[in-house]
């Protein structure tokens, strides 16, 4: 028997951060759009835990129970006494230490695909309620479609799409620590009043309505100047994509990964060549929004040998 769940990664259109709590961690408005690129987890019955993964960023990619897919697991055997013996197998194709969501869509994914195989039946609640202990973005990898994220980001409210937005993402010739961006930002705001962190009405009216122009205008990235601080080249990428017409070009969460927002697959296309011919980063992707979250796409007896 294995189990396959495919998962998305993410972009942040708004990300409001507020002052650093006394826990360490920041208040967030997070409005999350899960986009089109996708890691695939399966997991198999084995001896005990065990993790492989392939893809360009796999050597990054830690294979011990650090691991976030290794901890969803975890996780959920412990709720029902059971050992979590599993092969858990990641297909990467999200960047890693990309700032979209990369480990956290394994988790996610980890997490559903071990509940399918081993008839635990958690709950939606449940689900998300471990999520929401593996990692501040892991509840979005499991529900995707957009949402907006309060508290640290990981109680969510479902929002409404109006059509499909088109992304081109430039990723990084190295990665950023999301600990360290965020410790970037409090520097940056010392001594600042920094308000209390809110949805923007004209980006959550723009998602509703589908209109790009009405998106790009609102798009927004309290952590940009933190992640431009500890990356200054990322500076090029996004003047790159603004002159190849791109309608918005920001920092994908922490970074480093860079998204431009652009009208049409056609506009798609041309703002990734001009990006990959800018020489300013490593790889250039497509991609649309809004993608589904965590699903379960194969469920079968293992083969017989
Ligand atoms: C930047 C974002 O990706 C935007 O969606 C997220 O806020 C980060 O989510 P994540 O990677 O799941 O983060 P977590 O694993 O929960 O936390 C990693 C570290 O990021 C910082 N962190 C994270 C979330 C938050 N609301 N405030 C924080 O200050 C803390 O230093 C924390 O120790
Ligand atoms: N399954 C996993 N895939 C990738 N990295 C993982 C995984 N589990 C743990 N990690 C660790 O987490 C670090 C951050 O990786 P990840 O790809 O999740 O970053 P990210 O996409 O920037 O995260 P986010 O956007 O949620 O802030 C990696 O450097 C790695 O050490």
């Given at each position: ?12 259109v ?188 004209e980006l959550l009216d723009a998602l509703a309505k589908g209109d790009p122009d009405a998106l790009a205008a609102a798009v ?86």
């Amino acid at each position: 028997m294995s189990v396959t769940v495919r998962v998305p990664a993410k972009v942040n259109v708004q990300l409001a951060v507020g002052a650093a709590r006394p826990d360490g961690f920041h208040d967030l408005a997070n409005v999350f759009l899960a986009v089109g690129l996708h890691d695939e987890v399966t997991v198999t019955p084995a001896d005990e835990l065990r993790i492989t993964c392939e893809g360009p960023d796999a050597g990054q990619v830690p294979l011990d129970r650090t691991n976030l897919a290794a901890r969803a697991a975890i996780a959920l055997a412990e709720r029902r006494g059971i050992e979590p013996n599993v092969h858990i197998h990641i297909a990467k194709d999200i960047p890693v230490a990309g700032g979209m969501a990369g480990g956290s869509a394994d988790g996610a994914g980890a997490l559903l695909a071990c509940d399918t195989l081993w008839g635990t039946a958690a709950s939606r609640a449940e689900l998300l309620a471990i999520c929401a202990e593996l990692g501040s973005d892991v509840p979005f990898s499991l529900v995707g479609g957009a949402a907006l994220g309060v508290g640290r980001g990981e109680r969510l409210t479902a929002l409404e799409t109006g059509g499909t937005f088109h992304w081109v993402f430039a990723m990084a010739e190295r990665g950023l620590s999301t600990p360290a961006v965020f410790r970037e930002f409090d520097r940056l705001a010392e001594g600042r009043d920094i308000p209390e962190p809110a949805a923007s009405q004209e980006l959550l009216d723009a998602l509703a309505k589908g209109d790009p122009d009405a998106l790009a205008a609102a798009v927004s990235n309290d952590l940009q100047p933190a992640a431009l601080s500890l990356f200054p080249e990322l500076s090029d990428t996004l003047a790159a994509g603004r002159a190849a017409g791109a309608l918005a070009a920001l920092v994908s969460g922490s970074g480093p990964t860079t998204a431009f927002l652009v009208r049409d697959p056609e506009s798609a296309a041309k703002t990734a060549d001009a990006l990959r011919a800018s020489g300013t980063c490593r790889t250039v992707r497509t991609a649309t929004a809004p993608a589904p979250g965590a699903t379960v796409t194969h469920h079968a007896p293992r083969a017989e040998w």
